[in-house]
Nanobody, 116 residues
Framework: QVHLVESGGGLVQPGGSLRLSCAAP????????MGWYRQAPGQLRELVAD???????KYADSVKGRFTISRDNAKNTVYLEMNSLKLEDTAVYYC??????????WGQGTQVTVSS
């Protein structure tokens, strides 16, 4: 069983910022692509951003320029810095570690609510 431990969600006003963190076991973190997905009520889970072991990044168009994904190899942690948050960013955010279809792990999810 692989445990991805997420933290950092919460309630924020529109235009505000939050940082999500996800810690992974070293044997996973060092060789897996790490990512953040989100799922809003009644919606499919969607990719927000991911980062390879060589720090190549990919972002959903809806968050480009506002969100930044990064990884700290010394702490086995991936971060999602979220700025200029909008109402439509409200969702449960999930950390993901992926190395192919048979090697795919998920965190428990952390709620992000953007509301005035």
């Amino acid at each position: 069983q692989v445990h991805l431990v997420e933290s950092g969600g919460g309630l924020v006003q529109p235009g505000g910022s939050l940082r999500l963190s996800c810690a992974a076991p070293p044997n996973i973190f060092n060789i897996y692509r790490m990512g953040w997905y989100r799922q809003a009520p009644g919606q499919l889970r969607e990719l927000v951003a991911d980062i390879s072991t060589t720090t190549l990044t990919k972002y959903a168009d809806s968050v480009k320029g506002r969100f930044t994904i990064s990884r700290d190899n010394a702490k086995n942690t991936v971060y999602l810095e979220m700025n200029s948050l909008k109402l439509e960013d409200t969702a449960v955010y999930y950390c993901n570690a992926n190395r192919g279809s048979l090697s795919d792990y998920w965190g428990q999810g952390t709620q992000v609510t953007v509301s005035s």
